[in-house]
Protein backbone atom coordinates (compact mmCIF):
# COMPACT_ATOMS: atom_id res chain seq x y z
CA UNK A 1 0.00 0.00 0.00
CA UNK A 2 2.87 2.44 0.56
CA UNK A 3 4.21 1.75 -2.75
CA UNK A 4 0.79 2.80 -4.29
CA UNK A 5 0.51 5.97 -2.67
CA UNK A 6 3.93 7.07 -3.48
CA UNK A 7 3.82 6.38 -6.58
CA UNK A 8 0.47 8.32 -6.79
CA UNK A 9 2.16 11.29 -5.85
CA UNK A 10 3.53 13.47 -8.33
CA UNK A 11 6.43 15.32 -7.95
CA UNK A 12 6.05 19.02 -7.49
CA UNK A 13 2.57 18.63 -6.32
CA UNK A 14 3.35 18.47 -2.69
CA UNK A 15 0.13 19.42 -1.34
CA UNK A 16 0.95 23.28 0.94
CA UNK A 17 -1.12 23.68 4.52
CA UNK A 18 -4.61 23.86 3.79
CA UNK A 19 -6.05 27.89 4.59
CA UNK A 20 -8.39 27.56 7.60
CA UNK A 21 -12.07 27.54 6.79
CA UNK A 22 -13.86 30.78 6.75
CA UNK A 23 -16.45 28.57 9.06
CA UNK A 24 -18.96 31.57 9.57
CA UNK A 25 -19.30 33.03 5.85
CA UNK A 26 -19.95 29.59 4.42
CA UNK A 27 -22.23 29.31 7.05
CA UNK A 28 -24.32 32.22 6.29
CA UNK A 29 -24.03 31.31 2.68
CA UNK A 30 -25.71 28.32 3.39
CA UNK A 31 -28.24 29.60 5.39
CA UNK A 32 -28.85 32.07 3.12
CA UNK A 33 -29.52 29.25 0.44
CA UNK A 34 -31.85 27.03 2.84
CA UNK A 35 -33.92 30.48 3.80
CA UNK A 36 -34.49 31.06 -0.03
CA UNK A 37 -35.38 27.22 -0.67
CA UNK A 38 -38.06 27.45 1.90
CA UNK A 39 -39.08 31.28 1.59
CA UNK A 40 -40.93 29.76 -1.86
CA UNK A 41 -41.92 26.20 -0.72
CA UNK A 42 -45.01 26.63 -0.86
CA UNK A 43 -45.65 29.38 -3.28
CA UNK A 44 -47.35 27.01 -5.74
CA UNK A 45 -47.70 23.56 -4.61
CA UNK A 46 -46.14 19.69 -4.90
CA UNK A 47 -44.22 18.62 -8.24
CA UNK A 48 -45.93 15.56 -10.19
CA UNK A 49 -42.69 13.51 -8.58
CA UNK A 50 -43.30 14.44 -5.32
CA UNK A 51 -46.96 13.52 -5.60
CA UNK A 52 -45.67 10.11 -6.83
CA UNK A 53 -43.34 9.65 -3.79
CA UNK A 54 -45.79 10.50 -1.00
CA UNK A 55 -48.03 7.65 -2.70
CA UNK A 56 -44.88 5.84 -3.28
CA UNK A 57 -43.78 6.33 0.52
CA UNK A 58 -46.89 4.60 1.57
CA UNK A 59 -45.82 1.22 0.01
CA UNK A 60 -42.70 0.60 1.35
CA UNK A 61 -40.87 -1.97 -1.18
CA UNK A 62 -36.93 -2.58 -1.47
CA UNK A 63 -37.42 -1.25 -5.46
CA UNK A 64 -39.93 0.36 -7.73
CA UNK A 65 -40.66 0.29 -11.27
CA UNK A 66 -38.88 3.74 -11.93
CA UNK A 67 -36.45 4.27 -9.05
CA UNK A 68 -34.97 3.26 -6.19
CA UNK A 69 -36.64 2.88 -2.38
CA UNK A 70 -34.78 6.45 -0.73
CA UNK A 71 -36.83 9.29 -1.94
CA UNK A 72 -40.15 7.71 -1.07
CA UNK A 73 -38.76 7.06 2.05
CA UNK A 74 -37.47 10.03 2.56
CA UNK A 75 -40.89 11.87 1.32
CA UNK A 76 -42.64 9.82 3.88
CA UNK A 77 -40.54 11.16 6.31
CA UNK A 78 -41.07 14.64 5.21
CA UNK A 79 -44.91 13.87 5.18
CA UNK A 80 -44.89 12.64 9.15
CA UNK A 81 -42.77 15.68 9.81
CA UNK A 82 -43.99 18.14 8.15
CA UNK A 83 -47.59 17.08 8.90
CA UNK A 84 -48.64 16.41 5.24
CA UNK A 85 -47.80 20.00 4.28
CA UNK A 86 -45.76 21.09 1.22
CA UNK A 87 -42.89 23.16 3.47
CA UNK A 88 -42.82 20.15 5.34
CA UNK A 89 -41.80 17.99 2.92
CA UNK A 90 -39.53 20.48 1.06
CA UNK A 91 -37.24 21.18 4.32
CA UNK A 92 -35.36 18.00 3.48
CA UNK A 93 -34.33 19.28 -0.49
CA UNK A 94 -33.57 22.90 1.52
CA UNK A 95 -31.37 21.26 3.92
CA UNK A 96 -29.52 19.32 1.00
CA UNK A 97 -28.90 22.59 -0.96
CA UNK A 98 -26.64 23.51 2.27
CA UNK A 99 -24.79 20.44 2.50
CA UNK A 100 -24.19 21.15 -1.25
CA UNK A 101 -22.85 24.52 -0.39
CA UNK A 102 -20.68 23.37 2.32
CA UNK A 103 -19.29 20.45 0.59
CA UNK A 104 -18.38 23.13 -2.16
CA UNK A 105 -16.60 25.14 0.05
CA UNK A 106 -14.69 22.14 2.31
CA UNK A 107 -13.45 20.78 -2.15
CA UNK A 108 -12.11 24.32 -2.83
CA UNK A 109 -10.26 24.15 0.59
CA UNK A 110 -9.09 20.67 -0.25
CA UNK A 111 -8.02 21.85 -3.49
CA UNK A 112 -5.60 24.98 -2.31
CA UNK A 113 -8.30 27.63 -1.83
CA UNK A 114 -7.71 30.23 0.19
CA UNK A 115 -10.37 31.98 2.22
CA UNK A 116 -11.87 34.09 -0.26
CA UNK A 117 -11.57 31.11 -2.75
CA UNK A 118 -13.45 29.04 -0.19
CA UNK A 119 -15.66 31.89 0.27
CA UNK A 120 -16.45 32.00 -3.67
CA UNK A 121 -17.23 28.20 -3.89
CA UNK A 122 -19.98 28.55 -1.48
CA UNK A 123 -21.40 31.44 -2.88
CA UNK A 124 -20.94 29.72 -6.78
CA UNK A 125 -23.00 26.96 -5.18
CA UNK A 126 -25.47 29.37 -3.46
CA UNK A 127 -26.37 30.80 -6.65
CA UNK A 128 -26.13 27.96 -8.65
CA UNK A 129 -29.12 27.72 -10.75
CA UNK A 130 -29.17 23.91 -11.56
CA UNK A 131 -28.55 23.37 -7.77
CA UNK A 132 -31.02 26.48 -6.52
CA UNK A 133 -33.85 24.31 -9.01
CA UNK A 134 -33.41 20.86 -8.13
CA UNK A 135 -33.36 21.68 -4.27
CA UNK A 136 -37.10 23.27 -4.57
CA UNK A 137 -38.63 19.83 -4.16
CA UNK A 138 -37.80 16.27 -3.28
CA UNK A 139 -37.05 14.28 -5.85
CA UNK A 140 -34.76 11.94 -6.91
CA UNK A 141 -32.39 14.69 -8.08
CA UNK A 142 -32.03 16.04 -5.12
CA UNK A 143 -30.16 13.37 -2.95
CA UNK A 144 -28.39 12.66 -6.13
CA UNK A 145 -26.59 15.72 -6.28
CA UNK A 146 -25.60 15.79 -2.68
CA UNK A 147 -24.21 12.14 -3.08
CA UNK A 148 -22.60 13.07 -6.03
CA UNK A 149 -20.85 16.03 -4.11
CA UNK A 150 -19.86 14.11 -1.08
CA UNK A 151 -18.48 11.56 -3.65
CA UNK A 152 -16.59 13.77 -5.19
CA UNK A 153 -15.27 15.10 -1.66
CA UNK A 154 -14.45 11.90 -0.41
CA UNK A 155 -12.18 11.13 -4.18
CA UNK A 156 -10.89 14.18 -3.70
CA UNK A 157 -9.73 13.40 0.28
CA UNK A 158 -8.13 10.01 -1.32
CA UNK A 159 -6.44 11.81 -4.24
CA UNK A 160 -4.81 14.24 -1.56
CA UNK A 161 -3.78 12.05 0.67
CA UNK A 162 -2.97 8.51 -1.00
CA UNK A 163 -4.74 6.63 2.01
CA UNK A 164 -6.52 4.06 -0.07
CA UNK A 165 -9.08 3.54 3.20
CA UNK A 166 -10.89 6.42 1.62
CA UNK A 167 -12.04 4.05 -1.08
CA UNK A 168 -14.31 2.32 1.78
CA UNK A 169 -15.98 5.65 2.60
CA UNK A 170 -16.74 6.14 -1.07
CA UNK A 171 -17.72 2.55 -1.50
CA UNK A 172 -20.81 3.37 0.93
CA UNK A 173 -21.44 6.46 -0.35
CA UNK A 174 -22.00 5.09 -4.01
CA UNK A 175 -24.10 1.85 -2.72
CA UNK A 176 -26.17 4.47 -0.41
CA UNK A 177 -26.45 6.90 -4.09
CA UNK A 178 -27.71 3.79 -5.46
CA UNK A 179 -30.54 3.60 -3.15
CA UNK A 180 -31.57 7.03 -4.70
CA UNK A 181 -30.53 7.08 -7.89
CA UNK A 182 -28.70 4.78 -10.36
CA UNK A 183 -27.70 7.92 -11.92
CA UNK A 184 -24.39 7.66 -9.66
CA UNK A 185 -23.20 4.36 -11.84
CA UNK A 186 -22.27 6.97 -14.56
CA UNK A 187 -19.95 9.09 -11.79
CA UNK A 188 -18.19 5.99 -10.53
CA UNK A 189 -17.63 4.40 -14.31
CA UNK A 190 -16.37 8.52 -15.41
CA UNK A 191 -13.96 8.97 -11.90
CA UNK A 192 -12.58 5.15 -12.84
CA UNK A 193 -11.69 6.32 -16.55
CA UNK A 194 -10.06 9.22 -14.82
CA UNK A 195 -8.03 6.87 -12.64
CA UNK A 196 -6.41 4.76 -15.57
CA UNK A 197 -5.39 7.60 -17.90
CA UNK A 198 -3.33 9.39 -14.51
CA UNK A 199 -0.82 8.96 -12.50
CA UNK A 200 -3.25 7.75 -9.69
CA UNK A 201 -4.32 4.64 -11.21
CA UNK A 202 -1.41 3.38 -9.01
CA UNK A 203 -4.24 3.57 -6.06
CA UNK A 204 -6.52 1.45 -7.89
CA UNK A 205 -4.33 -1.54 -6.74
CA UNK A 206 -6.09 -1.42 -3.50
CA UNK A 207 -7.98 -4.04 -1.24
CA UNK A 208 -9.86 -1.65 0.51
CA UNK A 209 -11.23 -0.67 -3.29
CA UNK A 210 -12.03 -4.12 -3.41
CA UNK A 211 -13.43 -3.92 -0.48
CA UNK A 212 -15.04 -0.53 -0.97
CA UNK A 213 -16.80 -2.32 -3.99
CA UNK A 214 -18.11 -5.25 -2.78
CA UNK A 215 -19.73 -2.68 0.18
CA UNK A 216 -21.55 -0.36 -2.57
CA UNK A 217 -22.78 -3.74 -4.11
CA UNK A 218 -24.03 -4.62 -0.84
CA UNK A 219 -25.63 -1.64 -0.27
CA UNK A 220 -27.66 -1.78 -4.59
CA UNK A 221 -28.20 -5.61 -3.91
CA UNK A 222 -31.79 -5.41 -2.69
CA UNK A 223 -33.25 -2.63 -5.13
CA UNK A 224 -30.78 -5.24 -8.37
CA UNK A 225 -32.82 -8.12 -6.94
CA UNK A 226 -36.23 -6.15 -7.10
CA UNK A 227 -35.76 -5.48 -10.73
CA UNK A 228 -34.93 -8.59 -11.04
CA UNK A 229 -37.81 -10.05 -9.41
CA UNK A 230 -40.39 -7.90 -11.50
CA UNK A 231 -38.65 -8.19 -14.65
CA UNK A 232 -36.36 -5.31 -14.84
CA UNK A 233 -39.28 -3.03 -15.36
CA UNK A 234 -36.68 0.04 -15.14
CA UNK A 235 -35.39 -1.15 -18.58
CA UNK A 236 -38.93 -0.25 -20.08
CA UNK A 237 -38.66 3.13 -18.75
CA UNK A 238 -34.80 3.44 -20.25
CA UNK A 239 -36.31 2.92 -23.65
CA UNK A 240 -39.20 5.58 -23.19
CA UNK A 241 -37.03 8.15 -21.52
CA UNK A 242 -35.04 7.69 -24.61
CA UNK A 243 -37.76 9.02 -26.64
CA UNK A 244 -36.26 12.04 -26.01
CA UNK A 245 -32.79 11.67 -26.40
CA UNK A 246 -32.35 13.61 -29.74
CA UNK A 247 -34.34 16.87 -28.48
CA UNK A 248 -31.96 16.24 -24.96
CA UNK A 249 -28.92 16.55 -27.27
CA UNK A 250 -30.36 19.24 -29.28
CA UNK A 251 -30.80 21.94 -26.18
CA UNK A 252 -27.88 19.99 -23.82
CA UNK A 253 -24.93 22.33 -24.27
CA UNK A 254 -26.76 25.54 -23.89
CA UNK A 255 -28.43 23.91 -20.74
CA UNK A 256 -25.12 23.77 -19.15
CA UNK A 257 -24.82 27.25 -19.28
CA UNK A 258 -28.55 28.30 -18.59
CA UNK A 259 -28.78 25.47 -15.93
CA UNK A 260 -25.60 26.47 -13.59
CA UNK A 261 -25.83 30.26 -14.35
CA UNK A 262 -23.84 32.21 -17.49
CA UNK A 263 -22.04 34.26 -14.82
CA UNK A 264 -20.46 30.59 -13.06
CA UNK A 265 -20.04 29.61 -16.80
CA UNK A 266 -16.28 30.92 -16.66
CA UNK A 267 -15.69 29.68 -12.88
CA UNK A 268 -16.39 25.70 -13.58
CA UNK A 269 -14.17 26.17 -17.08
CA UNK A 270 -11.46 27.70 -15.04
CA UNK A 271 -11.58 25.17 -12.48
CA UNK A 272 -12.06 22.31 -15.17
CA UNK A 273 -8.71 23.89 -17.38
CA UNK A 274 -6.75 25.07 -13.94
CA UNK A 275 -7.16 21.01 -12.41
CA UNK A 276 -5.41 19.94 -16.11
CA UNK A 277 -2.75 22.31 -16.31
CA UNK A 278 -1.73 23.55 -13.15
CA UNK A 279 1.25 21.70 -10.94
CA UNK A 280 -0.32 22.24 -8.03
CA UNK A 281 -3.69 20.79 -9.21
CA UNK A 282 -2.37 17.56 -11.04
CA UNK A 283 -3.00 15.20 -7.98
CA UNK A 284 -6.35 16.45 -8.87
CA UNK A 285 -6.77 15.63 -12.34
CA UNK A 286 -8.51 12.31 -12.20
CA UNK A 287 -11.80 13.94 -10.73
CA UNK A 288 -11.71 16.64 -13.41
CA UNK A 289 -11.43 14.23 -16.14
CA UNK A 290 -14.13 12.12 -14.58
CA UNK A 291 -16.38 14.98 -14.36
CA UNK A 292 -15.78 16.03 -17.64
CA UNK A 293 -16.25 12.16 -18.98
CA UNK A 294 -19.98 12.18 -17.26
CA UNK A 295 -20.73 15.32 -18.83
CA UNK A 296 -19.52 14.38 -22.44
CA UNK A 297 -20.98 10.71 -21.87
CA UNK A 298 -24.36 11.95 -20.65
CA UNK A 299 -24.80 14.13 -24.16
CA UNK A 300 -23.47 10.77 -26.27
CA UNK A 301 -26.46 8.78 -24.61
CA UNK A 302 -29.27 11.35 -24.72
CA UNK A 303 -29.61 11.45 -21.36
CA UNK A 304 -31.27 14.99 -19.69
CA UNK A 305 -29.45 18.02 -19.49
CA UNK A 306 -29.48 17.92 -15.15
CA UNK A 307 -28.41 14.26 -15.33
CA UNK A 308 -24.07 15.47 -14.94
CA UNK A 309 -25.62 18.26 -12.59
CA UNK A 310 -23.65 16.98 -9.45
CA UNK A 311 -20.46 17.63 -11.17
CA UNK A 312 -19.92 21.03 -10.99
CA UNK A 313 -19.82 21.03 -7.56
CA UNK A 314 -16.18 19.89 -8.20
CA UNK A 315 -15.38 22.01 -10.98
CA UNK A 316 -16.97 25.23 -9.71
CA UNK A 317 -14.59 24.12 -6.49
CA UNK A 318 -11.83 24.41 -8.64
CA UNK A 319 -12.52 27.13 -10.56
CA UNK A 320 -12.59 29.14 -6.85
CA UNK A 321 -9.26 28.01 -6.00
CA UNK A 322 -7.68 30.24 -9.06
CA UNK A 323 -9.83 32.74 -9.19
CA UNK A 324 -10.11 33.09 -5.46
CA UNK A 325 -6.71 33.43 -5.21
CA UNK A 326 -6.48 36.80 -7.65
CA UNK A 327 -9.34 37.95 -6.27
CA UNK A 328 -7.80 37.89 -3.01
CA UNK A 329 -4.78 39.93 -4.38
CA UNK A 330 -6.51 42.41 -5.95
CA UNK A 331 -8.47 45.21 -5.16
CA UNK A 332 -11.70 44.71 -3.44
CA UNK A 333 -13.64 46.39 -6.17
CA UNK A 334 -12.56 43.22 -7.89
CA UNK A 335 -14.41 40.99 -4.97
CA UNK A 336 -17.23 43.44 -5.18
CA UNK A 337 -17.69 42.71 -8.81
CA UNK A 338 -17.49 39.09 -8.74
CA UNK A 339 -19.94 39.20 -6.09
CA UNK A 340 -22.21 41.20 -7.75
CA UNK A 341 -22.09 39.04 -11.14
CA UNK A 342 -22.59 35.96 -8.74
CA UNK A 343 -25.79 37.79 -7.24
CA UNK A 344 -26.91 39.40 -10.83
CA UNK A 345 -26.51 35.88 -12.44
CA UNK A 346 -28.68 34.33 -9.48
CA UNK A 347 -31.59 37.11 -9.68
CA UNK A 348 -31.70 36.39 -13.14
CA UNK A 349 -32.44 32.95 -12.87
CA UNK A 350 -34.53 32.93 -9.95
CA UNK A 351 -37.57 33.09 -11.99
CA UNK A 352 -36.86 29.96 -13.97
CA UNK A 353 -35.86 28.23 -11.05
CA UNK A 354 -37.37 28.57 -8.72
CA UNK A 355 -41.79 29.32 -8.45
CA UNK A 356 -41.12 33.39 -7.22
CA UNK A 357 -43.79 35.10 -9.42
CA UNK A 358 -47.45 34.67 -9.53
CA UNK A 359 -48.55 31.36 -11.13
CA UNK A 360 -50.85 33.43 -13.33
CA UNK A 361 -47.46 34.93 -14.82
CA UNK A 362 -46.81 31.53 -16.77
CA UNK A 363 -49.43 32.31 -18.93
CA UNK A 364 -47.86 35.09 -20.39
CA UNK A 365 -44.58 34.30 -19.90
CA UNK A 366 -43.73 30.31 -20.27
CA UNK A 367 -41.20 29.81 -17.85
CA UNK A 368 -42.48 25.94 -17.59
CA UNK A 369 -40.97 25.86 -20.89
CA UNK A 370 -37.58 26.27 -19.71
CA UNK A 371 -37.97 24.71 -16.17
CA UNK A 372 -40.67 22.05 -16.90
CA UNK A 373 -41.55 21.77 -13.21
CA UNK A 374 -42.94 25.12 -12.85
CA UNK A 375 -46.15 24.04 -14.67
CA UNK A 376 -46.08 21.04 -12.98
CA UNK A 377 -46.79 22.75 -9.43
CA UNK A 378 -49.96 24.12 -10.35
CA UNK A 379 -53.69 23.26 -9.97
CA UNK A 380 -53.34 19.52 -8.39
CA UNK A 381 -56.22 20.14 -5.51
CA UNK A 382 -58.72 21.94 -8.50
CA UNK A 383 -58.25 19.22 -10.86
CA UNK A 384 -59.13 16.54 -8.18
CA UNK A 385 -62.09 18.40 -7.16
CA UNK A 386 -63.17 18.40 -10.42
CA UNK A 387 -63.07 14.83 -10.12
CA UNK A 388 -64.69 14.85 -6.95
CA UNK A 389 -67.63 16.77 -8.45
CA UNK A 390 -67.97 14.23 -10.94
CA UNK A 391 -68.04 11.17 -8.71
CA UNK A 392 -70.69 12.68 -6.14
CA UNK A 393 -73.12 13.54 -9.21
CA UNK A 394 -73.41 9.38 -9.53
CA UNK A 395 -75.88 8.39 -7.98
CA UNK A 396 -75.33 6.45 -4.68
CA UNK A 397 -75.89 2.72 -5.96
CA UNK A 398 -73.40 3.56 -8.99
CA UNK A 399 -70.68 5.03 -7.10
CA UNK A 400 -70.45 2.11 -4.66
CA UNK A 401 -69.04 -0.04 -7.99
CA UNK A 402 -67.31 2.86 -9.62
CA UNK A 403 -63.30 3.35 -9.40
CA UNK A 404 -61.08 6.31 -10.20
CA UNK A 405 -58.54 5.98 -12.76
CA UNK A 406 -56.17 7.86 -13.86
CA UNK A 407 -53.38 7.92 -16.94
CA UNK A 408 -50.28 8.55 -15.06
CA UNK A 409 -48.39 8.60 -11.77
CA UNK A 410 -49.02 12.07 -10.86
CA UNK A 411 -52.62 12.27 -11.20
CA UNK A 412 -53.09 9.03 -9.11
CA UNK A 413 -50.92 10.96 -6.40
CA UNK A 414 -52.78 13.87 -6.49
CA UNK A 415 -55.93 11.73 -5.82
CA UNK A 416 -54.11 9.94 -2.86
CA UNK A 417 -53.17 13.35 -1.52
CA UNK A 418 -55.91 15.20 -2.00
CA UNK A 419 -58.65 13.03 -2.30
CA UNK A 420 -59.91 11.95 1.01
CA UNK A 421 -60.67 15.43 1.58
CA UNK A 422 -63.08 15.77 -1.29
CA UNK A 423 -65.02 12.28 -0.60
CA UNK A 424 -62.72 10.00 -3.00
CA UNK A 425 -62.01 6.38 -3.21
CA UNK A 426 -58.47 5.22 -3.79
CA UNK A 427 -57.38 6.00 -7.11
CA UNK A 428 -55.24 3.39 -9.81
CA UNK A 429 -53.37 3.63 -12.29
CA UNK A 430 -50.99 2.12 -15.01
CA UNK A 431 -48.72 4.83 -14.35
CA UNK A 432 -45.16 3.07 -13.33
CA UNK A 433 -45.45 1.75 -9.64
CA UNK A 434 -49.40 2.23 -9.33
CA UNK A 435 -49.75 -0.26 -11.68
CA UNK A 436 -47.92 -2.67 -9.77
CA UNK A 437 -50.41 -1.60 -6.89
CA UNK A 438 -53.63 -2.39 -8.75
CA UNK A 439 -55.93 -3.60 -10.04
CA UNK A 440 -59.24 -1.93 -8.53
CA UNK A 441 -61.53 -4.27 -6.77
CA UNK A 442 -63.44 -6.78 -8.36
CA UNK A 443 -66.77 -5.45 -7.68
CA UNK A 444 -66.03 -1.90 -9.30
CA UNK A 445 -67.78 -2.37 -13.03
CA UNK A 446 -67.62 1.26 -13.39
CA UNK A 447 -64.88 4.05 -13.30
CA UNK A 448 -64.52 7.81 -13.66
CA UNK A 449 -61.30 8.33 -15.99
CA UNK A 450 -59.13 11.09 -15.98
CA UNK A 451 -56.74 11.33 -19.15
CA UNK A 452 -56.79 7.80 -19.78
CA UNK A 453 -56.50 7.06 -23.37
CA UNK A 454 -60.71 6.78 -24.36
CA UNK A 455 -59.91 4.25 -27.47
CA UNK A 456 -58.37 2.08 -23.96
CA UNK A 457 -61.83 2.91 -22.14
CA UNK A 458 -63.69 2.23 -25.18
CA UNK A 459 -62.29 -1.49 -25.40
CA UNK A 460 -62.30 -2.44 -21.96
CA UNK A 461 -66.01 -0.65 -20.91
CA UNK A 462 -69.49 -1.23 -22.67
CA UNK A 463 -70.30 2.64 -22.40
CA UNK A 464 -67.89 5.24 -22.19
CA UNK A 465 -69.33 9.15 -22.23
CA UNK A 466 -67.34 12.88 -21.97
CA UNK A 467 -68.27 14.17 -18.34
CA UNK A 468 -65.34 17.38 -17.89
CA UNK A 469 -62.55 19.06 -19.37
CA UNK A 470 -59.71 20.21 -16.86
CA UNK A 471 -58.97 24.01 -16.55
CA UNK A 472 -56.22 25.15 -14.38
CA UNK A 473 -57.96 28.71 -14.52
CA UNK A 474 -54.77 30.45 -15.16
CA UNK A 475 -54.11 29.56 -18.49
CA UNK A 476 -51.35 27.81 -18.23
CA UNK A 477 -50.03 25.30 -20.78
CA UNK A 478 -48.92 21.94 -18.65
CA UNK A 479 -49.53 18.57 -19.12
CA UNK A 480 -52.76 18.48 -16.91
CA UNK A 481 -54.59 21.72 -18.69
CA UNK A 482 -57.18 20.23 -21.53
CA UNK A 483 -56.92 16.78 -19.36
CA UNK A 484 -60.62 14.72 -20.13
CA UNK A 485 -62.92 13.27 -17.83
CA UNK A 486 -65.09 10.22 -18.31
CA UNK A 487 -67.58 8.26 -16.91
CA UNK A 488 -66.84 4.19 -18.09
CA UNK A 489 -69.44 1.64 -17.20
CA UNK A 490 -70.11 -2.08 -18.06
CA UNK A 491 -66.53 -3.27 -17.67
CA UNK A 492 -66.72 -6.19 -20.24
CA UNK A 493 -64.18 -8.98 -17.92
CA UNK A 494 -62.55 -8.81 -14.97
CA UNK A 495 -60.28 -6.38 -13.72
CA UNK A 496 -57.71 -9.23 -13.61
CA UNK A 497 -58.00 -9.77 -17.30
CA UNK A 498 -58.09 -6.13 -17.95
CA UNK A 499 -55.38 -4.69 -16.09
CA UNK A 500 -52.54 -5.72 -18.02
CA UNK A 501 -53.53 -3.69 -20.52
CA UNK A 502 -53.25 -0.01 -18.53
CA UNK A 503 -49.64 -0.77 -17.52
CA UNK A 504 -47.89 2.33 -18.76
CA UNK A 505 -44.06 2.54 -17.92
CA UNK A 506 -42.13 5.66 -18.75
Not at 63 to 86: E, F, H, K, M, W
Not at 212 to 233: F, S
Not at 234 to 263: C, D, E, K, P, S
Not at 268 to 284: E, H, P, S, Y
Request: proline share 6%.
Amino acid sequence: MAGAAAAASSPGAAAAPLVPAPRLGIALIALGAVVIELAVAARYGYVRDELYFLAAGQHPAFGYVDQPPLTPLLARLGAILGRNSVVGLRVIPALIMGAIVVLTAAMSRRLGAGRTGQLLAALAAATCAEFLGAAHELTTTTPDFLFWAVALYLVVRLLESCDPRWWLAIGLCVGVASEAKWNIGFLAAALTAGFIVTDARALLRSRYLLAGCVLAAAIAAPDLIWQAVHGWPALQVFRVLQQQAGHNRVTYWIAQIVFTGVALTPVWVTGFIWTLRDQRARRFRPVAIGCAVVIAAQFVLGGKPYYPGGAYTFLLAAGAAPIGARLAAGAARSRHRMVQALLTSAVLALPVALPVLPARVLHAVPLQKINYDLGEEIGWPREVALVAREYRTLPAAQRRVTTILAGNYGEAGAIERYGPGDGLPVAYSGGNNFWLWGPPPAPDTDAIAINVDPALLRREFARVRLVATYDNGLGVSDDEEGARIYVATGLRSSWAAAWPAFRDYG
